[in-house]
């Protein structure tokens, strides 16, 4: 697996090691509620990167698989998996690799985390900005931590990645029982943004908002975005949802933030925070109904390493793919002078 990083600034320090830590968070095998495939995904920069800075010309990332076990999908090859890729891809393509999701399968997420690595340290360090993701649902699960308090390493203190302690020891629980009972579930995880300069986006067809979005629902089992008050807003009225502004300490700020930090598709400097809707994931040892690629009607039992909940190893590809797109934007914003 890798990725080609092409447009990063030269001058920015850059080690292995400041793009291991995040793929550390994703990588398989790290608890008991995540697929005990073992990998290390040890990352090496192959182009760059020159005596520690980058160079200013595209940046190759590699990481080599060690624990792939292809036979294991065998029983899949003339099979189509419930929810699945594997119907659509051959439907497109004409063509399928049976061993494995493909491009659909989360193993891909790994070049985004990398590169969202890279993306991340250069917003870190030049402009201050922060981003934090955290499990906020597992099914009917859910947290109340304030988007205010959340910290990434009250994230993650627990296997769940969620910083409300009492609600994590529940989330861990169910998905211990739905995984022993080869089943999976899905919920919710937030991203919160702090420090974003106003000014981020374009006014139409690049909204911020629209960025974010597309980033998001490109994630393998992402099912739903909403940024702010999000759907929560229909609710109310334009005097209760409206963000009415006021100047605190001589900057313009707004008394709520159902806006999410994002007006008009710009960001208004205040916390950028959404959410994104994972399903559960789709390859389950329960039989299902299905269909064979004689589109004869069989069932199925699958087999093999795989997530009962991706939620835990996808805060990090949430973080990665808002790192993108704020990076994109930042430096589009240089523009504007």
Not at 42 to 70: C, W, Y
Not at 180 to 200: F, H, K, Q, W, Y
Not at 247 to 260: L, Y
Request: net charge neutral.
């Amino acid at each position: 697996m890798g990725c080609i990083i092409d447009g990063c600034p030269a001058g920015l320090e850059l080690t292995e090691k400041d793009i291991q830590k995040d793929l550390d968070r994703r990588k398989p095998g790290q608890s008991d509620i995540t697929t005990q495939r073992k990998e290390d995904d040890r990352v090496e920069i192959h182009s760059g990167v020159f005596e520690g800075k980058t160079t200013g010309t595209p940046i190759m990332l590699l990481v080599r698989n060690t624990d792939a076990r292809s036979q294991d999908y065998n029983h899949l090859k003339d099979v189509f998996r419930p929810s699945h890729a594997d119907f659509t891809y051959k439907q497109k393509y004409g063509i399928r690799d049976f061993r494995g999701g493909g491009r659909a399968s989360a193993r891909e997420t790994l070049a985004r985390v990398a590169a969202g690595a890279v993306a991340r340290k250069y917003l870190e360090e030049k402009a201050q900005i922060e981003i934090v993701a955290f499990v906020e649902k597992v099914k009917d699960i859910g947290s109340t931590v304030l988007i205010e308090d959340v910290s990434q390493k009250d994230i993650d203190s627990n296997i769940v990645r969620c910083p409300d302690k009492k609600a994590a020891e529940k989330m861990i629980e169910l998905i211990k029982e739905i995984g022993s009972e080869g089943d999976s579930v899905g919920g919710v995880i937030r991203c919160v943004v702090r420090n974003t300069p106003a000014g981020l986006g374009e006014p139409v067809f690049d909204k911020l908002s629209a960025r974010l979005g597309a980033a998001m629902l490109s994630i393998p089992a992402v099912k739903g975005f909403e940024i702010g008050s999000g759907f929560a807003g229909t609710t109310k009225t334009g005097s209760e949802h409206n963000d009415s502004f006021i100047v605190k300490n001589g900057s313009v700020r707004t008394r709520t933030n159902n806006s999410g930090g994002v007006q008009g598709g710009i960001s208004n400097g205040e916390i950028i925070h959404f959410r994104v809707a994972f399903k559960p994931t789709s390859t389950i040892r329960k039989q299902q109904d299905t269909i064979n690629t004689d589109m004869q009607s069989v069932q199925l039992n699958a087999v093999g390493r795989h997530d009962p909940c991706v939620l835990p190893r996808a805060v990090p590809i949430v973080e990665a793919m808002a790192a993108l797109v704020l990076i994109d934007n930042y430096l589009l914003q240089k523009i504007y002078g």
